[in-house]
Nanobody
Framework: QVVLVVSGGGVVQAGGSLRLSCAAS????????MGWFRQAPGKEREFVAA????????DYADSVKGRFTFSRDNAKNTVYLQMNSLKPEDTAVYHC??????????????????WGQGTQVTVSS
């Protein structure tokens, strides 16, 4: 069992930055691919970014490429999502997730086994 706790959300003006953290407990995240997803009101949960268990592979949604950066610190059992140049359309509840995928990564919500509770990110125009 992996418990994920997400923090770092808030309200920011367009063009601003936020860093989300996802701290894991129960098991070490070094054995899991990790992902960030978001869900806006009335919309389905969508992929944001993913990283392989060894950090060798990353993938980003086209909408966030060049603006968001996914990092992981296995020693701290924590992953991060640095979000720069935020836009109003980035407003959503952001979730982190863990998946037992070996060395591959996935943008598919259904492939993830454990989910954090989510944090609200609101970007004002």
């Amino acid at each position: 069992q992996v418990v994920l706790v997400v923090s770092g959300g808030g309200v920011v003006q367009a063009g601003g930055s936020l860093r989300l953290s996802c701290a894991a407990s129960g098991r070490t995240i070094s054995g899991y691919a990790m992902g960030w997803f978001r869900q806006a009101p009335g919309k389905e949960r969508e992929f944001v970014a993913a990283m392989s268990l060894d950090g060798a592979r990353t993938d980003y949604a086209d909408s966030v490429k060049g603006r968001f950066t996914f990092s992981r610190d296995n020693a701290k059992n924590t992953v991060y999502l640095q979000m720069n140049s935020l836009k109003p359309e980035d407003t959503a509840v952001y979730h982190c997730a863990a998946a037992r995928l070996g060395t591959i990564i996935s943008s598919n919500v259904g492939r993830y086994d454990y989910w954090g509770q989510g944090t609200q990110v609101t970007v004002s125009s």
